[in-house]
Nanobody, 125 residues
Framework: QMPLVESGGGLVQPGGSLRLSCAASGFTLDYYAIGWFRQAPGKARERVSC????????YYADSVKGRFTISRHNAKNTGYLQMNSLKPEDTAVYFC??????????????????WGKGTLVTVSS
C-alpha cells in the first residue's frame, strides 16, 4: 500500500483545468506539509507548490503562480492541486510528497518523508 497516491491527471486542452488529488494512507497527513513537484520528459524535476501543516502557508513556483491553487482537507487525509489556465509547458508527471511541517524541504528539494508514484498531465490541443 503506497503511502501517497496521486490521481486526477489526464489530457486537457490549453486553457483548461484539472484538479489533482494526493491521498495519504497509513499515516496522518495533518502533521505534514504537502508538496507538489513535476517532471517533464527530458527535464529535471521542479517544485510546483507546497502547503504547510501548521498555519496553512502556501508557496508556488513563479511559473504557476496565479494559475494553480494548493489546498488540503485533513479530515479526508488528502491534498489537492487545482490547476487552471493550463499551458502545454505544464505537461509533466506530477508527484506529491509529504515532509516535516514547514515547506523548507520542498524549497530545498530533499528531506521529504513520503512520495507518490505520480500522475501524468498532458496539455495539448
Amino acid at each position: 500500500q503506497m503511502p501517497l497516491v496521486e490521481s486526477g491527471g489526464g489530457l486537457v486542452q490549453p486553457g483548461g483545468s484539472l484538479r489533482l488529488s494526493c491521498a495519504a494512507s497509513g499515516f496522518t497527513l495533518d502533521y505534514y506539509a504537502i508538496g507538489w513537484f513535476r517532471q517533464a520528459p527530458g527535464k529535471a524535476r521542479e517544485r510546483v507548490s507546497c502547503i504547510s501543516s501548521s498555519d496553512g502557508s502556501t508557496y508556488y513556483a513563479d511559473s504557476v503562480k496565479g494559475r494553480f491553487t494548493i489546498s488540503r482537507h485533513n479530515a479526508k487525509n488528502t491534498g489537492y492541486l487545482q490547476m487552471n489556465s493550463l499551458k502545454p509547458e505544464d505537461t509533466a508527471v506530477y508527484f506529491c510528497a509529504a515532509g516535516p511541517g514547514t515547506c523548507s524541504w520542498w524549497d530545498q528539494g530533499y528531506g521529504m518523508d513520503y512520495w507518490g508514484k505520480g500522475t501524468l498531465v498532458t496539455v495539448s490541443s
